[in-house]
């Protein structure tokens, strides 16, 4: 079985940071890109960030110099640090990732998400 698990999420007031992370577990036998998505109350679930194997970066613009992703490839975990939140950063974060696993002795692709993380800015 393999799973993502996040942490990090919790209240914090506008201009304040947080740092997520997600750590995948199971029978992994490479992990492609990861990425950190979010999705607001009403609203449709939309990419934040993401990250190559590679190390190559992308992010939403509403979140480019003031969001970094990383990832640590040894402990097959991926970062999102959050600086200088906004109200309209609230959010349930979702981590995904693209990997080969293997199943029942066989290579399988498999895209994975996390159960969420809520982030919640406020004053």
């Known amino acids: 079985q393999v799973q993502l698990v996040e942490s990090g999420g919790g209240l914090v007031q506008p201009g304040g940071s947080l740092r997520l992370s997600c750590a995948a577990s199971g029978s992994i036998v490479s992990i492609n890109a990861m990425g950190w998505y979010r999705q607001a109350p009403g609203k449709q679930r939309e990419l934040v960030a993401a990250?190559?194997?590679?190390?190559?970066?992308n992010y939403a613009d509403s979140v480019k110099g003031r969001f970094t992703i990383s990832r640590d490839n040894a402990k097959n975990t991926v970062y999102l640090q959050m600086n200088s939140l906004k109200p309209e950063d609230t959010a349930v974060y979702y981590c995904?990732?693209?990997?080969?696993?293997?199943?029942?002795?066989?290579?399988?692709?498999?895209?994975?998400w996390g159960q969420g993380t809520l982030v919640t800015v406020s004053s």
């Open positions: 995904n990732a693209g990997l080969v696993a293997t199943m029942s002795g066989v290579y399988r692709y498999l895209e994975v």
């Open positions: 990250i190559t194997s590679g190390g190559s970066t």
